[in-house]
């Protein structure tokens, strides 16, 4: 297996931080589709400007700090997730639903009275 850095050359981070523009492009449309909250899109764009930072940030020619840097990615994939939750349950279906436990839990207390 060849690395990235050596298929793309100079082109490397510029090639990097295309794709991670169209990776945002396309979550932001899969965020739209599947009606995730206001929240979910500001945390989206902050976990790509984290990948973009990193990317930027890594030295192509010390190996040491490439293999970091991709061991690091795994956190932009965790904002990614944090991104997905919060914005999925602070829909108005979310609200809705616990709502509708706080009145159950209500109902329960004064059954119990």
Same mark, same amino acid.
């Not at 349950?89 to 207390?109: H, M, N, S």
């Given at each position: ?32 589709f599947a009606a995730l909250s206001a929240y979910?899109?500001? =945390? *989206?764009? $902050? ?6 930072? @990193? &990317? %930027?940030?890594? +030295? ?18 965790y904002f990614v997730l944090l991104s997905i939750i ?10 809705? =639903? *616990?709502? $509708? ?6 109902? @329960? &207390? %004064?059954?119990? +009275?």
């Amino acid at each position: 297996m060849k690395s990235t850095a050596l298929t793309w050359g100079d082109r490397t981070k510029s090639v990097a931080n295309y794709l991670n523009m169209f990776c945002f492009a396309n979550l932001t449309a899969a965020g739209y589709f599947a009606a995730l909250s206001a929240y979910y899109y500001p =945390l *989206l764009a $902050l976990s790509h400007y984290y990948m973009y930072k @990193l &990317v %930027d940030n890594v +030295d192509l020619d010390d190996p040491e700090a490439c293999k970091n840097t991709f061991m690091t990615f795994r956190y932009f994939g965790y904002f990614v997730l944090l991104s997905i939750i919060v914005g999925k349950t602070t829909t108005k279906e979310a609200e809705d =639903l *616990l709502d $509708l436990l706080d009145e159950v839990g209500e109902d @329960l &207390v %004064d059954e119990g +009275d």
